[in-house]
């Protein structure tokens, strides 16, 4: 009966070392399919890793600009029209930079009220069909409190007879 242990034992050790031979194979072949080579890994990484951090300064950039461009700023815009003829015509509208007619040679002023409670820098462009005539007391300036600015259109003699139209654009930019 001793014998017959031995044996059933000794079998089963075998069958033990057979099984773990048999499961050590497979895992060996499943890690050989799994495994990659080192320089592919390390080219992979190193992609992921340059996408991630052009992802990361876009998205840095695209939110320091925001804050930067559209939170500190202000921007104001001014229709302005002319009408160049052989007379002189006034207009006293304050809703834009209305100049009336004007002769050729001829110059008007108009003049815009600006205030801010906090330091800014201002600065000034203009879009139309006269920008060259123009002129402006100041641009490029930076205030606190109360001001006014003074819009000179000073015309040319060759100037035809014609309305002319155009925008002022006044950006506030806070200090």
Known sequence: ???????KEIDKKKRKRRNKRKRNKTQKRKK????????????????????AALIFSSLTMILY????????????????????????????????????MVMPEGTSERSIEISSDVPVYVMIFFEGDFIDWIDVSKNDFEFKGKDSILFTVKIPENATFNNYTGKAVILFKRL
């Open 32 to 51: 050989k399919k799994i495994k990659k080579p080192k320089k592919i890994r390390w080219i992979r990484l190193a992609f992921v890793l340059i996408i």
């Open 65 to 100: 600009n925001y804050f930067k461009y559209s939170y500190n700023q202000q921007v104001q815009i001014y229709d302005m029209k002319l009408q160049v003829g052989d007379h002189i015509r006034f207009n006293i509208e304050n809703n834009s930079l209305n100049f009336g």
């Open 1 to 7: 009966m001793v014998k017959e242990k031995n044996k």
